[in-house]
């Protein structure tokens, strides 16, 4: 019997919002200071409602094979047991970006 496909659940900061989404597939993905998230999933089930939120998302990332989020923009990432909805949020001032760091070209080589 072959095993169930994960599915994780992923919240980052974009430009002011809140986003959770739900993908396949997670990784580093080879490029310093960013997540790799393949696979997204969206609404896959029959549903009679529509929700705006979601469909805001799903034409967001229409055509996106994978996508790359900076590092210090994930808040959190959960392996779930079965998908739930996606959707965008308003940030509440609850959520503090990860800091930047200080060191970068041209720092301290005067």
Same mark, same amino acid.
């Given at each position: 019997?072959? $095993?169930?496909?994960?599915?994780?659940?992923?919240?980052?900061?974009?430009?002011?919002?809140?986003?959770?989404?739900?993908?396949? $597939?997670? $990784?580093?993905?080879?490029? %310093?200071?960013?997540?790799?998230?393949?696979? %997204?999933?969206?609404g896959?089930?029959?549903?009679?409602?529509?929700?705006?939120?979601?469909?805001? %998302?799903?034409s967001?990332f229409?055509?996106?094979?994978?996508?790359?989020?900076?590092?210090h923009?994930?808040?959190?990432?959960?392996?779930?047991?079965?998908?739930?909805?996606?959707?965008?949020?308003?940030?509440?001032?609850?959520?503090?970006?990860?800091?930047?760091?200080?060191?970068?070209?041209g720092?301290? $080589?005067?």
């Amino acid at each position: 019997m072959a $095993s169930a496909e994960r599915i994780y659940r992923v919240i980052f900061h974009n430009q002011g919002k809140i986003y959770e989404v739900y993908a396949r $597939s997670i $990784s580093d993905g080879g490029i %310093l200071g960013f997540v790799e998230i393949e696979e %997204l999933t969206f609404g896959e089930r029959t549903q009679v409602v529509v929700d705006p939120a979601e469909e805001k %998302l799903k034409s967001e990332f229409a055509g996106v094979k994978r996508t790359y989020i900076p590092m210090h923009s994930v808040v959190r990432i959960d392996e779930v047991e079965k998908e739930g909805q996606a959707r965008i949020s308003d940030t509440d001032g609850n959520v503090t970006p990860f800091p930047m760091p200080v060191y970068g070209p041209g720092k301290g $080589s005067d």
